[in-house]
C-alpha cells in the first residue's frame, strides 16, 4: 500500500514562507507524476503544483512565481517552497501522486497565512 505523509505546515504571517514535504513510501520514479493540491473551507480542492516523471513542472496560475516544487529522488520526497504566501493561501495542502489510473492522497497539513 502505497503512503505519502505530508509535513511542514503552520501558521505563518502574510508574505512569509513555508516548505512543505511529501514523502511517498514508494519509488517516486514509479508515479506518472506528484503533485500538491489544496482545499479551503467551503471550496473545492485545486491543484497547485505537479512535476511529473520526467521533470515537467506546471503550477496554478494563483501561485506562479511564489511557489516552487521540487523533489529529492533519494529521499523520495517532493516539496513545495511557498514564498510570499497570502492569506488566500490558508488551505489544507494534499500531496497527491498518479500511478496510471490510480491515485494516491496523503491525510494533509493545514497551512494558515494570518496577520
Known amino acids: 500500500q502505497v503512503q505519502l505523509v505530508e509535513s511542514g505546515g503552520g501558521s505563518v504571517q502574510p508574505g512569509g514562507s513555508l516548505k512543505l514535504s511529501c514523502r511517498v513510501s514508494d519509488n517516486i520514479f514509479n508515479f506518472n507524476s506528484i503533485s500538491w493540491y489544496r482545499k479551503a473551507p467551503g471550496e473545492e480542492r485545486d491543484l497547485v503544483a505537479a512535476?511529473?516523471?520526467?521533470?515537467?513542472?506546471r503550477y496554478a496560475e494563483s501561485v506562479k512565481g511564489r511557489f516552487a516544487i521540487s523533489r529529492d529522488n533519494g529521499r523520495n520526497t517532493v516539496y513545495l517552497q511557498m514564498n510570499s504566501l497570502k492569506p488566500e493561501d490558508t488551505a489544507v495542502y494534499y500531496c497527491h501522486a498518479r500511478m496510471g489510473l490510480i491515485g494516491y492522497w496523503g491525510q494533509g497539513t493545514q497551512v494558515t497565512v494570518s496577520s
Open positions: 512535476i511529473n516523471v520526467g521533470g515537467s513542472i
